[in-house]
């Protein structure tokens, strides 16, 4: 395992610690460069229309579609740092 890789792996714990909740933005960059991260380019299809939530988080993955994975990791690395800050 790399250290890119075990840095990331610890802030998504460190992540859970949050004393408040981020907002609804803040949440589905995470989940879009946590995704992006661990499983790179999005494969699946939209959620049903009225899935809305569903809908939010795949159009925020859609948006990294072709950035690196190592890339993603570090923005994510980063945003949970200044999260925690």
Do not use: C
């Not at 250290?3 to 792996?9: A, G, S």
């Amino acid at each position: 395992m790399t250290d890119l890789r075990r840095e990331f792996d610890q802030a998504a714990k460190d992540i859970q610690r949050l004393a408040t909740r981020p907002d609804n933005d803040t949440l589905l960059k995470l989940y879009a460069l946590y995704k992006q991260g661990s499983e790179g380019d999005l494969k699946r299809a939209q959620p049903g229309f009225f899935d809305f939530v569903g809908t939010a988080k795949h159009q925020a993955w859609a948006q990294l579609n072709g950035v690196p994975e190592e890339e993603a990791m570090r923005r994510y690395i980063a945003l949970v740092h200044q999260l925690l800050a």
